[in-house]
């Protein structure tokens, strides 16, 4: 009887220590169940999805050497952002496509930024090289200055995210800012598929990334982008609207909610305007609680900003970038006006927030 009890207690006691060894090797992270994903085949998902477009005619290639989508298909779970460094929506985003870099490249994940310009100055490579590095993106950018990787993938918004599986199809997509929760569990979920498909242990961390410089948009403005160049200047309420050329205009005693006045002599080409002479003015009547100006100019320029008559900083305009103009407490209705003290300022867009 006590030989039976001893065996016993020996056969309970190696249950206990293989549990506990298995257990101490499970990796420390919390991972996705594998009951939760649901492993298609190929042939399944050729029924259902698109396959992934390649990178066409690229001009420029940043924080890479040149690759093409191909050589990941089979090894990575690809994330293509489409985006152009002067928008505003684009760079609302890039905080939490940074932070996912930062998560999960090391489980399979490669972020490819396809850099599609909107205006002619966001096709140099070094204007982009440096929005890269101010916004602190380390991840692949691609230059499409020619739309062609835009065109394949039948795009048409700036930021779009498509995600790539391991079997190269595009399972989802998504067009503009937000759904960050819903983008961020789907790219668990395909990278969990890569675990399974290519053999590798371990699991992919639940806890959601943590971005970095993310700003407020749960308040949204009432006021649109505003276009300055011929291209798209429907707002213009005081010149010839479409027509590129010289116009001398006086601005408004009343200026009306989204409406844009130009004060003084203008040079508009397609994509912007410029103030041929000092002292020159932009007025708009907004509703919002941000305004950013896109801008450039060959030489510094200071512009004097006015809130309702009141002057409330300062900006020097040179580098061809989105300027902060305006950043009040709350949303509201007001008069901006703008007083360029010199001349030769390129006026492409105001955005709000």
Same mark, same amino acid.
């Given at each position: ?39 298609? @085949? ?39 952002? !489409? ?18 870099? #930062? ?97 590798? @242990? ?15 948009? @749960? ?8 276009? !300055? ?24 005693? #009343? ?94 867009? !105001?955005?709000?927030?």
């Amino acid at each position: 009887m006590k030989i039976k009890n001893i065996i016993l207690i020996l056969v309970v006691v190696g249950i206990v220590g293989t549990i506990f060894y298995f257990e101490s090797q499970r990796p420390d992270q919390i991972s996705i169940d594998d009951a939760d994903i649901e492993i298609q @085949s190929k042939e399944e998902k050729t029924e259902k999805y698109e396959p992934a477009k390649e990178l066409v005619g690229t001009q420029g290639f940043i924080n890479s050497e040149p690759f093409k989508i191909a050589d990941y298909i089979g090894k990575k779970v690809i994330l293509i952002d !489409f985006w152009t460094y002067s928008c505003i929506n684009c760079q609302r985003t890039t905080p939490y496509l940074n932070a996912w870099w #930062d998560k999960y490249e090391d489980d399979g994940l490669l972020i490819v930024g396809v850099h599609t310009p909107e205006f002619e100055f966001e096709k140099k490579y070094e204007n982009v090289l440096e929005a890269t590095e101010k916004f602190g993106i380390e991840y692949p950018v691609v230059q499409d200055n020619n739309y062609s990787t835009w065109r394949a993938y039948s795009n048409r918004y700036w930021p779009r995210k498509y995600l790539i599986d391991i079997d190269g199809f595009i399972v989802y997509d998504h067009i503009g800012e937000g759904a960050y929760e819903e983008t961020e569990q789907k790219i668990r979920e395909l990278l969990m598929e890569r675990k399974i498909v290519l053999g590798e @242990s371990g699991g992919i961390d639940k806890d959601t990334a943590d971005p970095k410089g993310v700003e407020d948009v @749960s308040v949204r403005p009432d006021s649109p982008e505003v276009y !300055f160049g011929a291209f798209r200047n429907e707002l213009l309420a005081n010149g010839v609207q479409k027509q590129t050329g010289h116009q001398n205009l006086k601005g408004p005693t #009343d200026p009306k909610l989204n409406n844009l006045y130009l004060d003084g002599s203008w040079y508009v080409q397609k994509e912007y305007a410029e103030n041929q002479n000092a002292g020159a003015k932009v007025i708009f009547k907004f509703k919002a609680r941000k305004v950013n100006l896109v801008a450039e100019s060959d030489e510094p320029v200071n512009i004097k900003v006015f809130i309702d008559g009141k002057e409330t900083k300062e900006v020097t305009v040179k580098s061809s970038q989105l300027y902060e103009l305006v950043d009040l407490p709350e949303k509201g209705e007001h008069v901006l006006e703008l007083i360029i003290e010199d001349p030769s300022a390129r006026l492409y867009t !105001f955005t709000f927030g």
